[in-house]
């Protein structure tokens, strides 16, 4: 009596890999409580920030600007979680064992890095608008700003997940990640928050700019997920 | 025995032919950057500034304009900022092959490059800044060129810090060479960014021919002496960090 085990597919790894991290953290709920708080503390520390000056400047003008800043800083800290788990717990070694593609491993730590910062924004982006927007009339353009965020979410996702598997293994890796991520982000940054502001100011070369500067964003998202994918195996190999 | 005569071939080996050129290239810096720079303020002739109330005589001619003296700063502002680039390529270049290779001597070639460009990098934007200060008036400004320039500096930094964040050698020179990889194509990523999104005020001055001849001149002379000096830095610290290694492995060799 023979038994035949036939090789899983890569979809199946990956969908493995995958719900394997959406179950950890619907069970800990971990890293969406803790990036949840940190962004609403966020909120309130911009609330004493532009206290000042609320009555007499332009709102609009600024709301991507600190939109993006929250979402980065955000972001940081759930990246510098998303492999910590897996360090600690042993897991990492365990799917290293596993003889699979090493780049499915990063496509599935992305995607669901990637699941849990959009879930964060679907949760902070009303707080935003309820307290600092409702006083003000956005543009009638202003639900576009989906469009840069889930763009700049994947580039953020893509590039942090290989970023964080780089400081994972490095001396004082908190502050490593931020020194390596916030650099390697501007340009994405620059390019969404000009296409989130362009939403919410609108008026009439709103579009011009907007779509510019998000084919600018999604381009570095294409050349950055590619480049992270490629050199994702010689990281976590070592 | 046989492992043993495996094992002293490997020793780390320093000395190749480049390093009998780095005296005559030491000279020959020392020369053209002397000579760059008298060029520079003798030969070059004054660019015009802000117009001036009245007209002045200078010497036997009538002078309508400011002479600007702060313009002589781009003489080896520009030298300085192509080494730089040069440098960051051959950083990039030596990062791909030690990923190929995973031989260690790529990664003291990607190291020591990217020191040469911190260098590089650094003397740029202190002539940079000066430019700014005193052509345009102000200190800093998010222009394209000065934004990319403190990105990339900073992810220079950054390499840096990484490599100190790691005690195994082969982790260390990995993770540098993907850095390496991933900042060399983020960053012209970055000025194309910052540059089509707002409008740019820095002049484009080799594509327009915004350069007379003299002026031209004198920059081939400080390019060339920036690169011969960026080429001596690189082999004399390459050969410093070789014979330390080649040390090194010598005495572990001892100690077995």
Same mark, same amino acid.
């Given at each position: 009596?023979?038994?035949?085990?036939?090789?899983?597919?890569?979809?199946? @790894?990956?969908?493995?890999?995958?719900?394997?991290?959406?179950?950890?953290?619907?069970?800990?709920?971990?890293?969406?409580?803790?990036?949840?708080?940190?962004?609403?503390?966020?909120?309130?520390?911009?609330?004493?920030?532009?206290?000042?000056?609320? @009555?007499? &400047?332009?709102?609009? @003008?600024?709301?991507?600007?600190?939109?993006?800043?929250?979402?980065?800083?955000?972001?940081?800290?759930?990246?510098?979680?998303?492999?910590?788990?897996?360090?600690? @717990?042993?897991?990492?070694?365990?799917?290293?064992?596993? /003889?699979?593609?090493?780049?499915?491993?990063?496509?599935?730590?992305?995607?669901?890095?990637?699941?849990?910062?959009?879930?964060?924004?679907?949760?902070?982006? /009303?707080?935003?608008?309820?307290?600092?927007?409702?006083?003000?009339?956005?543009?009638?353009? &202003?639900?576009?700003?989906?469009? /840069?965020?889930?763009?700049?979410?994947?580039?953020?996702?893509?590039?942090?997940?290989?970023?964080?598997?780089?400081?994972?293994?490095?001396?004082?890796?908190?502050?490593?990640?931020?020194?390596?991520?916030? /650099?390697?982000?501007?340009?994405?940054?620059?390019?969404?928050?000009?296409?989130?502001?362009?939403?919410?100011?609108?008026?009439?070369?709103?579009?011009?700019?907007?779509?510019?500067?998000?084919?600018?964003?999604?381009?570095?998202?294409?050349?950055?997920?590619?480049?992270?994918?490629?050199?994702?195996?010689?990281?976590?190999?070592? | 025995?046989?492992?043993?005569?495996?094992?002293?071939?490997?020793?780390?080996?320093? %000395?190749?032919?480049?390093?009998?050129?780095?005296?005559?290239?030491?000279?020959?810096?020392?020369?053209?950057?002397?000579?760059?720079?008298?060029?520079?303020? =003798?030969?070059?002739?004054?660019?015009?500034?802000?117009?001036?109330?009245?007209?002045?005589?200078?010497?036997?001619?009538?002078?309508?304009?400011?002479?600007?003296?702060?313009?002589?700063?781009?003489?080896?502002?520009?030298?300085?900022?192509?080494?730089?680039?040069?440098?960051?390529?051959?950083?990039?270049?030596?990062?791909?092959?030690?990923?190929?290779?995973?031989?260690?001597?790529?990664?003291?070639?990607?190291?020591?490059?990217?020191?040469?460009?911190?260098?590089?990098?650094?003397? #740029?934007?202190?002539?940079?800044?000066?430019? #700014?200060?005193?052509?345009?008036?102000?200190?800093?400004?998010?222009?394209?060129?000065?934004?990319?320039?403190?990105?990339?500096?900073?992810?220079?930094?950054?390499?840096?810090?990484?490599?100190?964040?790691?005690?195994?050698?082969?982790?260390?020179?990995?993770?540098?060479?993907?850095?390496?990889?991933?900042? =060399?194509?983020?960053?012209?990523?970055?000025?194309?960014?910052?540059?089509?999104?707002?409008?740019?005020?820095?002049?484009?001055?080799?594509?327009?021919? %915004?350069?007379?001849?003299?002026? %031209?001149?004198?920059?081939?002379?400080?390019?060339?002496?920036?690169?011969?000096?960026?080429?001596?830095?690189?082999?004399m610290r390459f050969r410093q960090v070789r014979l330390t290694q080649r040390v090194e492995a010598i005495k572990e060799q001892l100690e077995d």
């Amino acid at each position: 009596m023979s038994v035949t085990v036939k090789r899983p597919s890569t979809f199946t @790894q990956y969908k493995t890999l995958l719900v394997k991290d959406l179950r950890q953290e619907f069970r800990t709920k971990e890293m969406l409580t803790s990036m949840g708080i940190y962004a609403l503390l966020v909120l309130i520390v911009y609330g004493a920030a532009l206290a000042q000056t609320a @009555q007499v &400047f332009d709102i609009l @003008q600024m709301s991507g600007g600190l939109l993006w800043a929250l979402i980065v800083f955000t972001s940081l800290l759930g990246l510098n979680r998303s492999f910590t788990a897996e360090k600690e @717990q042993g897991c990492l070694e365990g799917i290293l064992l596993v /003889p699979l593609d090493r780049s499915v491993v990063f496509l599935a730590k992305a995607t669901s890095n990637l699941l849990f910062l959009l879930v964060v924004e679907i949760i902070t982006i /009303p707080l935003f608008y309820f307290f600092f927007l409702t006083s003000t009339t956005p543009s009638d353009s &202003f639900w576009l700003i989906v469009v /840069p965020l889930v763009v700049g979410t994947i580039g953020v996702a893509g590039i942090g997940t290989l970023l964080s598997t780089i400081t994972i293994n490095t001396r004082g890796k908190d502050v490593m990640l931020a020194v390596l991520f916030i /650099p390697l982000i501007f340009p994405l940054l620059y390019a969404c928050v000009s296409a989130t502001t362009a939403a919410i100011v609108g008026g009439d070369l709103f579009m011009e700019t907007f779509t510019m500067s998000l084919a600018l964003a999604a381009g570095y998202d294409v050349i950055m997920v590619l480049l992270s994918w490629v050199l994702y195996d010689f990281v976590i190999s070592v | 025995m046989a492992e043993k005569a495996k094992k002293a071939l490997k020793l780390p080996e320093s %000395g190749q032919w480049p390093d009998s050129v780095v005296p005559i290239a030491l000279v020959g810096a020392a020369v053209f950057l002397v000579a760059g720079f008298l060029m520079a303020f =003798l030969y070059a002739s004054p660019v015009n500034g802000a117009a001036l109330s009245e007209p002045v005589l200078v010497g036997d001619q009538m002078v309508t304009n400011v002479q600007l003296l702060s313009q002589k700063i781009f003489y080896f502002h520009m030298p300085v900022a192509l080494v730089s680039f040069g440098a960051l390529a051959f950083a990039g270049f030596y990062s791909v092959r030690f990923l190929m290779t995973k031989e260690q001597r790529f990664d003291t070639c990607t190291k020591i490059a990217m020191e040469i460009a911190l260098l590089f990098v650094v003397l #740029t934007m202190i002539t940079g800044e000066m430019w #700014t200060r005193f052509e345009w008036g102000l200190w800093w400004t998010w222009d394209p060129r000065l934004t990319t320039y403190l990105i990339l500096m900073i992810i220079v930094i950054a390499y840096f810090i990484l490599r100190n964040a790691i005690d195994d050698p082969e982790r260390r020179a990995t993770y540098g060479s993907v850095i390496a990889i991933i900042a =060399l194509v983020d960053v012209p990523i970055c000025y194309m960014v910052t540059r089509v999104i707002p409008s740019s005020i820095h002049p484009v001055v080799l594509r327009e021919g %915004g350069m007379t001849g003299d002026m %031209g001149m004198t920059v081939a002379v400080v390019m060339i002496g920036m690169i011969m000096l960026g080429f001596v830095l690189y082999r004399m610290r390459f050969r410093q960090v070789r014979l330390t290694q080649r040390v090194e492995a010598i005495k572990e060799q001892l100690e077995d």
